[in-house]
């Protein structure tokens, strides 16, 4: 049974008519036997979440065979940190993974493997460091900023589709650390580009059959081709300009990329690699993000007790004001209410591995050739890792909450060798986003609006979500009249 038929608490109560402290939220109910090979495979193509039985949240490792192919999937934070950290050379991504991600992503980070991989890590890192990120935090501000002013506007009740305008804000926040004043028109492009290209990469029977890939990507590199001609005309164009005049360039991400050199060979990037960064930067940088904070507002919405002293903090902190690189630190709770978010709804809600040896995990033998899975949306709410896991409770990131859980049980930005290079600029915006918009409104969903997670290779919201922008009436900073 397909995932959108089978799930459960779809349409969301509006706060006002919750009467339980611990509402329902969406999930698909997890299959409780094997599904046969066309099931599986429908599903995926509809979901990927709604593929993993109910076994998977419930032991260390789960192992299935489809279609001739060893699957995985591990839950075992032991087991999950030998294969991000301390096995990590005998990891690699899938060719699946690099199958549907190549044709549009280039050679960037997330593609790239060995020695190639290991120098442009080290070259980039320096550019996603705390005090780099920190010399990004005005736009994100000033972005956060300007969508709120843009909501003033809007007459009272009026609705938004939240996912939509995550999305804008993430996808100029990102345009503008990377390209400046360039950036305007570059980001439409792109926009358009990534949203193309999105709707054309999910896997197809012939990737899961190992058909080679000539065969199988045919129709997706073309139309990687097609969704990304005009960005990459305009992306070569500018790189050019800008390495020919190195020294007048804004200092932004894109002159950072350019500039960046090995710190052990002394070596740069080619134009091309550049580019390939840059769209990799793009598209894994601004969807993710977005998604993290759109299901933030949708779990604040039917959590009012969570919000209100969310909200407490953000008045104390703040009073009204945008927040800054300096008050980062002082938002502890709104750090924690992401942090939680991301356990229940992970952005990037599965990972996948190939062994290239036989290995041994959680004392199961694991074929070489075998794919490894692992899944954020199942471990964080795996039954022996978390108490009442399908809960929202931001307290179980309290300083005592974190240090009382195992490492690798918590991975929303992944784990070991390949984390996230971009998790500080992420937290980072997702701090600023919530802070400024959480202290001038609360999001109510639209009476009846559904509400449902679907993963491809972010965690979406199937129906987007619209949402009521309620100025918060107890604060004076709100503007007067019927406007917002
Ligand atoms: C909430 C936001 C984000 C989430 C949840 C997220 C999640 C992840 C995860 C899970 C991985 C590891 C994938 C794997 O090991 O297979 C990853 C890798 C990566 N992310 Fe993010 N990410 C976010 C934001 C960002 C941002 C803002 C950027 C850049 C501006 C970025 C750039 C990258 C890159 C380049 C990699 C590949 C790193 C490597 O393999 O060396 N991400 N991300």
Not at 69 to 89: E, M, N
Not at 418 to 431: K, L, N, P, Q
Not at 451 to 469: D, E, W, Y
Request: a neutral charge.
């Amino acid at each position: 049974m397909l995932a959108c038929e089978h799930l459960k608490g779809t349409t969301v109560m509006n706060t006002s008519e919750a009467s339980v402290a611990h509402p329902e939220l969406p999930a698909p109910v997890p299959p409780r036997g094997r599904m046969s090979v066309w099931q599986f495979l429908n599903a995926l193509r509809d979901s990927t979440i709604s593929t993993f039985s109910q076994d998977a949240y419930e032991l260390d490792i789960v192992h299935r065979k489809v279609l001739g192919r060893h699957l995985f999937v591990l839950s075992d934070p032991v087991a999950i940190k030998r294969v991000l950290l301390d096995q990590v050379a005998n990891y690699e991504k899938t060719e699946i993974t690099r199958r549907i991600l190549e044709p549009g992503l280039g050679k960037g980070l997330i593609t790239l493997e060995g020695d190639t991989w290991k120098a442009h890590r080290r070259t980039m890192s320096p550019s996603f460091d705390l005090r780099s990120v920190a010399s990004y935090t005005p736009i994100m501000t000033a972005a956060a900023e300007e969508l709120m002013a843009s909501w003033r506007v809007l007459d009272a009740g009026a609705s938004v589709d939240v996912a939509d305008a995550m999305m804008e804000v993430t996808l100029r926040i990102i345009s503008r650390t990377m390209f400046s004043s360039d950036s305007d028109d570059i980001m439409s492009i792109m926009g358009h580009a990534a949203g193309r290209y999105q709707a054309t990469v999910l896997p197809n029977i012939l990737d899961l059959l190992g058909v080679p890939e000539w065969l199988a990507g045919l129709g997706r590199s073309r139309a990687a081709r097609r969704a990304f001609a005009e960005f990459d005309t305009v992306i070569d164009r500018l790189i050019e300009s800008r390495m020919r005049e190195a020294g007048n360039a804004p200092k932004d991400l894109l002159a950072r990329l350019i500039g960046a050199r090995d710190e052990q060979t002394g070596g740069g990037m080619s134009a091309t690699e550049v580019r390939d960064h840059v769209i990799t930067m793009f598209m894994a940088g601004h969807e993710t993000t977005a998604m993290a904070m759109t299901w933030t507002w949708f779990l604040l919405s039917q959590h009012p007790a969570v919000e209100a002293k969310l909200h407490a903090e953000l008045d104390e902190a703040l009073g009204g004001r945008a927040p800054t690189q300096d008050d980062l630190a002082k938002l502890t709770y709104s750090r924690m209410v992401i942090e939680e978010s991301m356990r229940i709804y992970p952005a990037v809600p599965a990972m996948e591995r190939e062994a290239l040896a036989e290995d041994t995990l959680s004392g199961v033998r694991v074929p070489k050739g075998s794919t490894v899975m692992i899944v954020p949306w199942v471990l964080h709410r795996h039954q022996k890792l978390w108490k009442n896991p399908e809960r929202f409770d931001p307290e179980r990131f309290s300083p005592e909450g974190c240090a009382a859980r195992p490492r690798f049980s918590y991975l929303p930005f992944g784990g070991g060798r390949r984390i996230c290079i971009g998790a500080a600029f992420a937290m980072a915006e997702a701090t600023i986003l919530l802070a400024t918009l959480a202290q001038h409104f609360q999001f109510r969903l639209v009476p009846g609006h559904p509400v449902q997670p679907q993963s491809m290779i972010t965690l979406r919201a199937r129906h987007g979500m619209k949402m009521l922008l309620e100025p918060r009436t107890a604060t004076a900073r709100v503007g007067g009249g019927g406007r917002l």
